[in-house]
């Protein structure tokens, strides 16, 4: 499974974004520029998810 399927999978378990947070999180841009989330850098692997602030439900 790859970081971005795994995100992804994520987003779709989502039923409440009231401020829209992961509204760009899709396969047309890399996930590793996603709002909120942090990559190891050159690795390009997810190291960090910033969403405690978001109100996602």
């Known amino acids: 499974m790859?970081?971005?399927?795994?995100?992804?999978s994520f987003k779709s378990l989502v039923t409440k974004d009231?401020?829209?947070v992961?509204?760009?999180?899709?396969s047309n841009i890399s996930?590793?520029?996603?709002?909120?989330?942090?990559?190891?850098?050159?690795s390009q692997r997810v190291d960090g998810?910033?969403?405690n602030d978001t109100a996602l439900e």
């Open 2 to 8: 790859t970081d971005q399927f795994a995100l992804l």
């Open 18 to 20: 009231p401020h829209n």
């Open 22 to 26: 992961l509204s760009k999180w899709n």
């Open 31 to 42: 996930f590793i520029e996603w709002y909120k989330v942090s990559c190891s850098p050159g």
């Open 49 to 51: 998810l910033k969403l």
